[in-house]
């Protein structure tokens, strides 16, 4: 009778698959709602708040995986440090408002004396505590979960601000394109999967769904660069081609490594807040992985390329 009961209330794989795209099609909302309002300095506000809002519950969430494990952090400390990392990255790059050039050097210059000061900040921390006596493992766990999402999600703006006037086009493009891949190995994993990857670690994800992801954000990319390149400067099909198997690949790596995280918390989402999702983590993962590969990618790969023409 359990047995029975507990088959009829796990959820089909349609119908898993329809609260996710529910939760993606209000969120996609979301997004181009902000960053298309038609208000530059009401696309940045709405491109902030959104960041510090997936900084906060991401960081929330990755702690309280940590703490499941039997890992101790400084969970205040990493919070405030992400908010403050995030604020301080836009002020540096959208100098625009405050009269001062734009410089790439300046954003990185910022966060490297973040860093720096963070994890100084973070050994204090452990000085001033009575009862932790793990100064080690905390001080690597906060650190790591500042790395992890607030710092990887400063690439998003870096995207935005750095790429010139039309920047807001590549982020459209990269969401795209890795959420494009996740579908794609999660639609062709659930019809023709047969071969696991790394059940291991994730049990549900195989070959032939990652061949799916490749095809599918593949196509995805050549598709947006067709009917958007226009507004995308030195982006043709050949880069098309190359970021659709790059972020398609690194985007399952991601997505791997969060898994690897919710295993060893004995978890199997990191958080309820969408529904067919899980948490902002669950949201994230190959967003994180792949935000610093299309932004490396743009600056010094596609500018390269015109720079020789």
Not at 65 to 88: D, H, M, P, S
Not at 235 to 252: D, K, Q
Request: glycine share 12%.
């Amino acid at each position: 009778m359990s047995d029975v009961a507990a088959t009829a209330s796990t959820p089909s794989k349609a119908r898993v698959f329809l609260r996710r795209l529910t939760s993606t099609l209000i969120l996609w909302t979301v997004i181009l709602v902000g960053l298309f309002s038609g208000n530059e300095m009401i696309s940045d506000g709405v491109c902030l708040v959104l960041l510090i809002f997936l900084a906060i519950t991401g960081l929330a969430e990755f702690y309280g995986l940590a703490e499941k494990r039997g890992y101790t952090c400084f969970q205040g400390c990493g919070i405030v440090g992400g908010v403050l990392l995030l604020v301080g990255t836009f002020f540096h790059l959208t100098t625009k408002y405050f009269g001062i050039n734009d410089s790439p050097a300046r954003a990185n210059d910022f966060e490297t004396g973040f860093l720096i000061l963070f994890v100084l900040g973070l050994c204090v921390r452990q000085f001033v505590s009575k009862t932790n006596t793990t100064g080690i493992l905390t001080i690597a766990t906060t650190l790591f979960g500042l790395m992890y999402v607030p710092w990887l999600l400063n690439f998003i703006q870096k995207i935005i601000f750095f790429i010139g006037v039309d920047g807001k086009y590549f982020l459209l493009y990269f969401i795209l394109v890795t959420k494009f891949s996740d579908m794609g190995a999660y639609a062709v994993g659930s019809l023709i999967g047969r071969h696991k990857m790394i059940p291991r670690i994730s049990p549900g994800k195989t070959w032939e769904g990652f061949g799916g992801a490749i095809l599918v954000s593949t196509g995805a990319s050549l598709a947006f660069v067709h009917f958007f390149g226009a507004h995308m400067y030195g982006m043709n099909s050949l880069h098309a081609v190359i970021l659709g198997v790059v972020l398609s690949s690194t985007a399952v790596i991601g997505d791997l490594i969060e898994s690897l995280f919710k295993r060893e918390a004995a978890v199997k989402d990191s958080g309820q807040l969408f529904p067919g999702i899980g948490g902002i983590l669950d949201l994230l993962d190959s967003l994180l992985f792949n935000a610093p590969i299309m932004y490396l990618y743009l600056r010094h790969i596609l500018t390269h390329s015109l720079d020789l023409k």
